[in-house]
């Protein structure tokens, strides 16, 4: 995985100097939007967490206080984002979706779908730590039924491993017995299944499924389902199939048709900038009739426009 992201560390990295170039953007009348998100988005986060620390230690004051003052609307919640250390930032945006009336599930779905297990005990502890609070408990308190089952399996991080190559077979029949073949559907078998096997194992039961059932497994499941656990259910099979692909259907539905989700649009264009944006986008390319750039490019405007398309790195036209 690593390196296909388009936001890469910078060689001759110098956070005091970075650190004058953003003050020196900041200081005065008006506020050199330009230089401050050249300079960012040609940083990796590690990098950025360095210049803030600098920026404290040589001008005795928060850099993101003195962003957020600068800045406005969704340009400066790119930046905010891009200067929040990537743990947090999940952390963070899953507090938000719980906290107040209402659940956002979009965020819980897109990221204890995509997240690895490793990645998912992470953000665990590190939800304890920051907040004093149990993510599961949290959760659990927020949703419910089949749908609040699949998360707190999530949330385990307890994934098997590997390909069991005699369970292959049994998974399939579970799942099109769960299903197609009856009436009325056993989800609990959908659950458990889904939640638990690792993403190559699930990938050869999906094609089993396929032979058996005459279906593709993300048909049955809108069919079968609905509601969270269906949102749920699909990205869970989407990612085990491709991480990069379920990305790229998340950006794109975030910008098609009226409006744009712009929280979305945010958070997966800085959470994968380092990760696995090329693959985005060449997955994009692949799944629709244009290039990521083209469409960020006709959905959004100003800064807050230049700052995705950075982050984009390139036009796959």
Do not use: W
Request: aromatic share 6%; with cysteine.
């Amino acid at each position: 995985m690593a390196g296909r992201g388009t936001v890469k560390a910078s060689a001759n990295f110098n956070a005091s100097a970075d650190a004058e170039v953003l003050h020196k953007a900041m200081k005065g009348l008006g506020t050199d939007e330009d230089a401050i998100l050249q300079l960012l988005t040609a940083r990796s986060n590690a990098q950025r967490q360095e210049i803030k620390n600098t920026y404290k230690t040589l001008f005795g004051k928060d850099l993101i206080d003195d962003l957020k003052g600068e800045l406005g609307g969704k340009f400066e919640t790119v930046i905010v984002a891009l200067m929040t250390p990537p743990l947090a930032y999940d952390v963070m945006s899953l507090r938000n979706a719980i906290k107040g009336a209402g659940t956002d599930e979009k965020v819980l779905v897109q990221i204890l779908a995509s997240r690895t297990p490793q990645q998912v005990k992470e953000i665990v502890a590190a939800y304890k730590q920051e907040y004093d609070k149990d993510l599961e408990e949290d959760v659990c308190g927020d949703t419910s039924g089949h749908f609040k089952r699949l998360l707190v399996i999530l949330l385990q991080g307890n994934r098997q491993a590997g390909i069991q190559q005699g369970n292959i077979e049994s998974d399939a029949q579970t799942l099109f017995k769960a299903g197609e073949q009856k009436y009325g559907t056993d989800e609990q078998s959908f659950v458990t299944i889904l939640g638990n096997r690792s993403a190559e194992h699930l990938r050869k039961v999906f094609d089993a499924y396929m032979k058996l059932s005459g279906y593709e497994m993300e048909e049955s499941i809108k069919r079968e389902t609905s509601g969270g656990l269906r949102d749920l259910l699909l990205a869970v099979v989407k990612c085990a199939r491709s991480v990069p692909a379920y990305f790229a259907e998340t950006l794109y539905y975030s910008m098609k048709g009226a409006g744009t989700d712009d929280d979305t649009l945010i958070r997966v264009m800085v959470t994968r900038s380092e990760v696995d944006m090329l693959d985005i986008r060449s997955e994009f390319r692949k799944l629709f009739a244009c290039s990521l750039h083209s469409m960020i490019k006709g959905d959004t405007n100003g800064d807050y426009r230049k700052a995705l398309l950075l982050l984009c790195g390139g036009d796959d036209a």
